[in-house]
């Protein structure tokens, strides 16, 4: 049967009544097609007449169109209904053909109220019993005109044929009543244990969740909880809260007004968190109460769902972790601070060593210096005057004094030159080693001093601060600085980073095997339009994987290194709105070291700002 479904259904899938509604119609239909094979069959064998054989044979004809018609549309209304008409139709033309009132076919009529409703809408349903009711009132009155119907063949063989379709029909109504029902009870069995199922899921969720969960109605009475929210609603020698009673007796005046007022605004439709600290069972808790609205299918809301947990163990993770992070950012400012100072330091360290070489070559000018030859000049001399004209006149040796004083004078003017000229060198390294004290002790005050600033004088101060240091170290320096306008910046920030590349490219050279060691400082404006200056130098170079680190603060490939020279490089240039970056092709072929800042070309504000 199933498979004879399946073939009539087609590509069509009903469901649920649907379904019960399609196997009636394909069971009856082929019910109502095999019976009028059979009645047709009999009509011939017991030679009942001709005149009976259309009626059935038309009927099985209706019904299996109508098989075919519900097969290619899926339409069960239309197929239901041809199935009630076809029904009534042949009952109708059976009786007229032979027996009338009497004739057993008009007992089928009873099929029609046992049909209809299962398979049609109420409307479409009565109006089958209805025309039903009108077939046996129309033959009834017929006889009672005085129609006479024809006779009924001799024998009670019609009417046993008769009795035997109407029980298979009814047959087929009962077996279909009977599986349909049995299917119902099935799916109410398992929709059944599905909900049961969902609601010990539900419930073993609610129970096991370390919260109190509970919902209430308007009036703000309980409609369930779970047994968390039972044990804390227990009061002394009371039972718990049930279902219907009041949830917020019990409560003092002011929690009662607050959580009222909190239930007020989720019967308006807002869905909230709030933190309270609740007095229960005299316990102090500290809760986080979640309100969500309960809404019918139709937007209205019907209660509340609260939902509260302590927190009490979280405020305390919080109030630790505050307490923590206070302690690491004293921590991160202490450290600061050692880092400003390790900044200082390695920037005084670079000064101090170009000064120290500064004051070896003054010391060692002066221990060879010719003026004790003056002092043994004038030892040569007589004490008494007289005697003194006379030697420088006819001595020999005093004749000599003249012109060797006029060459000692020369000696000494020189001298004298280079001993002022590596002065002012001294001077300027203590001048940039007071300016960077002096930013050290302004840098809770401010950021950095900005100047107005010409790019070739710094260049070229920068260079001459260690110029001592790089002639001792055969290190040829050059600088090649485009035409730039005066621009805007903190100078000792920046003399401080190129101090810190010249460093390292004279570290690197000191190491290097190159016959020829050079230092070039390239000052340029470049496409992004901003200030670039390169440091570049051929010294060992720089391995590929260590240059992502270069920057890093602490990372040094130096031995006795600390890194902390290019790390604050970095940070100076960040502080001035730039940034630094080193790079080399690999060991043996040098680096480059670039600084790159904002090209901020000095104005009569700036200048003002800079005399403020």
């Known amino acids: 049967m199933s498979g004879l479904a399946t073939a009539v259904y087609g590509r069509h899938r009903f469901r649920g009544e649907d379904l019960h509604r399609a196997r009636l119609i394909v069971i009856t239909s082929v019910s109502i097609a095999a019976s009028a094979c059979v009645v047709s069959g009999l ?23 109508n098989l075919w018609l519900l097969r290619r549309t899926g339409r069960l209304e239309l197929a239901a209904m041809t199935l009630c008409l ?11 053909v032979g027996g009338g009132l009497s004739h057993p076919a008009l007992c089928w009529t009873i099929l029609i109220p046992l049909y209809a409703p299962r398979l049609l809408r109420d409307r479409l349903a009565a109006a089958c019993i209805a025309v ?65 199922a969902s609601g010990e899921a539900r ?9 109190v969960i509970f919902s209430v109605d308007r009036e703000l009475h309980l409609i369930a909880g779970n047994s968390l929210f039972e044990l804390l609603s227990h009061r002394h020698g009371q039972p718990p809260i049930r279902p219907g009673e009041p949830v917020l007796d019990g409560l003092s005046e002011a929690q009662h007004d607050d959580l009222r007022a909190l239930f007020a605004r989720a019967f308006d439709g807002e869905h909230f968190a709030v933190e309270r600290t609740l007095e229960l069972r005299s316990k102090t808790f500290e809760c986080e109460i979640l309100f969500n609205p309960i809404r019918r299918a139709s937007g209205d809301i019907r209660g509340v769902t609260v939902f509260g947990r302590d927190i009490s163990d979280r405020n305390r993770a919080r109030a630790e972790l505050e307490r923590v992070s206070r302690k690491l950012a004293e921590a991160a400012h ?9 900044d200082v330091l390695h920037n005084v360290g670079n000064v101090l060593t170009a000064l120290n070489s500064s004051a070896d070559l003054v010391l ?8 004790a030859f003056l002092g043994k000049t004038v030892a040569l001399l007589p004490s008494d005057p007289d005697d003194c004209a006379r030697f420088l006149s006819c001595d020999e040796r005093g004749r000599q004094i003249p012109s060797y004083l006029t060459l000692l004078a020369d000696a000494l003017g020189h001298e004298r030159d280079d001993n002022v000229s590596e002065m002012e060198s001294v001077h300027r390294q203590l001048d940039h080693i007071k300016s960077v004290i002096a930013r050290q002790q302004a840098f809770a005050r401010a950021s950095g001093a900005v100047e107005i ?89 720089i391995d590929p994987r260590q240059q992502p680190c270069l920057f ?25 709105g730039g940034t630094a970056s080193g790079y080399s092709h690999g060991p043996g072929t040098g680096a480059t070291f670039t600084v790159e800042l904002p090209f901020t070309v000095a104005t009569s504000s700036s200048s003002m700002e800079c005399a403020a």
Request: net charge neutral; with cysteine.
């Open 43 to 65: 009509v011939i064998a017991c030679d009942w007449g001709t005149r009976y054989l259309p009626p059935p044979l038309g009927a099985g004809i209706v019904v299996m169109s």
């Open 86 to 96: 076809t029904l009534l139709a042949g009952i109708a033309a059976v009786c007229c």
């Open 132 to 196: 039903a009711i009108l077939v046996v009132v129309a033959l009834y009155a017929a006889e009672q005109w005085g129609h006479e119907f024809p006779p009924l063949p001799p024998g009670r063989s019609m009417i046993v044929v008769g009795q035997l379709v109407l029980a298979v029909l009814v047959s087929c109504l009962v077996f279909m009543y009977e599986r349909a029902r049995r299917d119902v009870l099935l799916e109410r069995d398992t929709a059944r244990a599905a909900l049961e």
């Open 203 to 211: 419930l073993a969720l609610v129970e096991n969740v370390a919260a």
């Open 334 to 342: 202490l450290a600061g601070k050692a880092e400003v100072a390790t």
């Open 364 to 371: 060692e000018r002066l221990r060879s210096s010719r003026a």
């Open 453 to 541: 600033v010409s790019i070739a004088d710094l260049v070229a101060s920068t260079i001459a601060i260690h110029a001592t240091s790089f002639e001792r170290h055969g290190i040829a320096v050059t600088s090649t600085v485009t035409e730039l306008p005066l621009l805007a910046l903190d100078r000792y920030k920046l003399v401080a980073i190129l101090t810190n590349f010249l460093v390292n490219s004279r570290q690197s050279l000191d190491v290097c095997s190159a016959p020829e060691k050079r230092i070039t400082v390239h000052a340029f404006r470049n496409d992004r339009g901003a200030l670039q200056i390169d440091v570049v130098d051929n010294g060992v170079g």
């Open 552 to 576: 890093t603060y602490g990372f040094t490939t130096k031995l006795g290194g600390h890194g902390f020279g290019l790390a604050s490089s970095l940070l100076d240039a960040r502080s001035m």
